[in-house]
């Protein structure tokens, strides 16, 4: 980020944050660093929602989206696998087919080399990201720096996926390739089919991310901030810039408003006049408590596409893609696929006991995140829409953020993220 705060120009400035996710949180943090008057607003409170159910890595290489070259293809047999790591709600079809063409049109080589620049910019340096962002709050302690792995059956499954190693090379990243042997020694405890591994250091986890986000929150609060349990339903509007946020609770004053909803973020966008193409990618973690064994460090399964992260006294175990809107009850069948997939990946594992999870990450039709000022209306802001990527992603993304708000600009080109381009 560029040089100091403009801490008299902000000094005065009311901000009302809608959403109390990482990304929420994150913006909070800088704005009251930046001496803004902040209101957190969420309809669950603080770290409720995505934020606390997301796989819980600084995942800084996930930079190749799900659209690569060649889904369109996969799409129709993975559909018909129970075992694949792709689910559809068939009965939500007829309404997810816009956003699934919009979606479905970046799968090229030219549009997933755009995002993943697009995505590197985000969340290239997550760790020391998160480093600035909890320094001195109390919510350090659940930050844990280390190694992620990508495991493959063999080298050759490996090199099938050399587009998006390839990406992640372009991008700055570089790794350690270990072969059966060298990924025994490294971590004993996955099973012996697992016969290549690919290690990325520099990155890092988050030990109980529910309660990181919290920490983040409560610092806001104990240092001036407000916390507010309310639904938004509007914006108040004057002279062509937001003036109050509108809420189940009443109307809270604002000289800016941010919107950082998650998926919940299209229908207040509708309010500002814009047409996010945003729809929620299901996602699934059981999370084993007492487990008889600790990975080494965070993985990603790559044959079933998900990850395995060690956390405060339990292994959470997250990941695979449902479409099925935002209102059906949770499927089964991608927990048992979660379950049956770790008792595969690390042999005899045991655990005291399960708990199961189902929330909607935002996925936005482009696969990159929405970030920055609304068009045609000052004052009001956006930051939502990072897939997979949000708690990888949320303090850059709310840095930048406050940075817009409170005078600091940013020092990276925010073109990519534009909300304009949904206007």
């Not at 009443?250 to 919107?259: F, N």
Request: overall charge neutral.
């Amino acid at each position: 980020m560029s040089g100091a705060s403009t801490h008299s120009a902000a000094a005065a400035r009311k901000v009302a944050v809608i959403g109390a996710g990482i990304i929420g949180v994150s913006t909070a943090v800088w704005l009251q660093r930046s001496g803004c008057e902040v209101t957190l607003i969420d309809r669950l409170g603080p770290g409720e929602g995505t934020s606390y159910g997301n796989g819980g890595i600084l995942a800084s290489c996930s930079v190749v989206p799900v659209t690569v070259p060649g889904l369109l293809r996969k799409v129709p047999s993975m559909l018909m696998d129970p075992n694949s790591p792709l689910f559809l709600r068939w009965s939500y079809l007829p309404k997810l087919l816009p956003f699934l063409r919009h979606y479905l049109s970046h799968c090229s080589a030219e549009e997933t080399t755009r995002i993943a620049s697009a995505l590197s910019a985000v969340i290239g340096d997550s760790l020391e990201q998160h480093q600035a962002l909890a320094k001195g709050t109390g919510a350090e302690k659940w930050l844990v720096p280390s190694d992620y792995l990508f495991l493959y059956d063999d080298r050759g499954k490996f090199e099938a996926d050399s587009f998006g190693w390839g990406l992640r090379k372009a991008n700055g990243f570089s790794w350690q390739e270990l072969d059966a042997d060298a990924f025994k020694a490294y971590d004993p405890v996955f099973s012996q089919d697992l016969k290549f591994a690919a290690c990325l250091s520099g990155h890092g986890r988050i030990a109980d991310p529910g309660r990181y986000v919290k920490d983040l929150a409560d610092w806001v609060v104990k240092n001036g901030g407000r916390s507010v349990k309310a639904d938004v339903t509007d914006f108040r509007k004057e002279d062509g810039a937001v003036s109050g946020v509108v809420t189940d609770q009443g109307v809270i004053e604002c000289d800016s408003a941010v919107v950082t909803a998650g998926v919940w973020s299209g229908p207040l966008t509708k309010k500002l006049g814009m047409n996010v193409p945003l729809e929620s990618e299901r996602g699934y973690h059981v999370e084993l408590i007492e487990p008889s064994v600790m990975p080494r460090s965070p993985v990603m399964v790559a044959s079933g596409k998900y990850v395995v992260t060690p956390m405060d006294g339990r292994l959470r175990v997250a990941g695979l893609v449902e479409f099925g809107g935002l209102d059906a009850p949770a499927s089964r069948r991608p927990i048992e696929l979660l379950l049956e997939n770790i008792s595969k990946a690390i042999p005899n594992l045991t655990w005291k006991e399960t708990r199961e999870w189902m929330g909607h990450r935002p996925a936005v039709s482009d696969s990159i995140p929405v970030i920055g000022e609304a068009p045609g209306l000052k004052s009001v802001f956006m930051g939502f829409g990072h897939h997979h990527i949000g708690l990888t992603g949320g303090p850059k993304t709310g840095r930048v953020l406050a940075g817009l708000i409170s005078g600091d600009r940013p020092n990276i080109d925010l073109s990519a993220y534009a909300p304009a381009r949904f206007a």
